[in-house]
T-cell receptor, first 113, second 113 residues
Framework: NAGVTQTPKFQVLKTGQSMTLQCAQD?????MSWYRQDPGMGLRLIHY???????DQGEVPNGYNVSRSTTEDFPLRLLSAAPSQTSVYFC????????????FGPGTRLTVL | DAKTTQPPSMDCAEGRAANLPCNHS???????VYWYRQIHSQGPQYIIH???NNETNEMASLIITEDRKSSTLILPHATLRDTAVYYC??????????????FGQGTILTVHP
């Protein structure tokens, strides 16, 4: 299993541009989440999904959209990039059950100029 | 979810045990204690979790006090590769909090030769 994969690894955008960060998992996990991590800080939840077709907002959802058309994929869309969205983005997945152990991808480092 | 308090940084000599404390005085009866770590620039990695009893796995041991207001993560023989930020997270393992983690600042553990 590849686990949780994220593309791209690095991205530079200009203010106002849009883009999609890709996240995929091959573990058949129901739950998937997006976090952002700013320098020197812990991760903050952006959006999450409890299954295909179901998404909800986390702590910092503004400026981001998500959709979950398949179990495997959970893309994160930046509608109009702003410098405040410069961050490292992590995707995670977990299996429904008693442990709720989350598996994280390697991250996407995004810089908005 | 209950909040946690961790020391900002700790040092440990290679080969010695690393004992990382966490205070969670407002933990409720159905909340688990989870530990994750984040090695520089990588996605967080699950270490261990527990409810009441002490737990041990191939990576670490988790000691939870009887009143559950604090816990200690023990890395029995720390290596240089254990240098990371360690996050103690308290959360309900099910219900509406499933698939969501709330990260604090964590403890930066530095293992030195």
């Amino acid at each position: 299993n590849a686990g949780v994969t994220q593309t791209p690894k690095f991205q530079v955008l200009k203010t106002g541009q849009s883009m999609t960060l890709q996240c995929a998992q091959d573990m058949n996990h129901e739950y998937m989440s997006w976090y952002r991590q700013d320098p020197g800080m812990g991760l903050r939840l952006i959006h999450y999904s409890v299954g295909a077709g179901i998404t909800d907002q986390g702590e910092v959802p503004n400026g981001y959209n998500v959709s979950r058309s398949t179990t495997e994929d959970f893309p994160l869309r930046l509608l109009s990039a702003a410098p405040s969205q410069t961050s490292v983005y992590f995707c995670a997945s977990s299996q429904q059950g008693s442990t709720d152990t989350q598996y994280f991808g390697p991250g996407t480092r995004l810089t908005v100029l | 979810d209950a909040k946690t308090t961790q020391p900002p940084s700790m040092d440990c000599a290679e080969g010695r045990a690393a004992n990382l404390p966490c205070n969670h005085s407002t933990i409720s009866g159905n909340e688990y204690v989870y530990w994750y770590r984040q090695i520089h620039s990588q996605g967080p990695q699950y270490i261990i979790h527990g409810l009441k009893n002490n737990e041990t796995n191939e990576m670490a041991s988790l000691i939870i006090t009887e009143d559950r207001k604090s816990s200690t993560l023990i890395l029995p023989h720390a290596t240089l590769r254990d240098t990371a930020v360690y996050y103690c997270i308290v959360k309900d393992a099910g219900g509406t909090s499933y698939g969501k983690l709330t990260f604090g600042q964590g403890t930066i553990l530095t293992v030195h030769p």
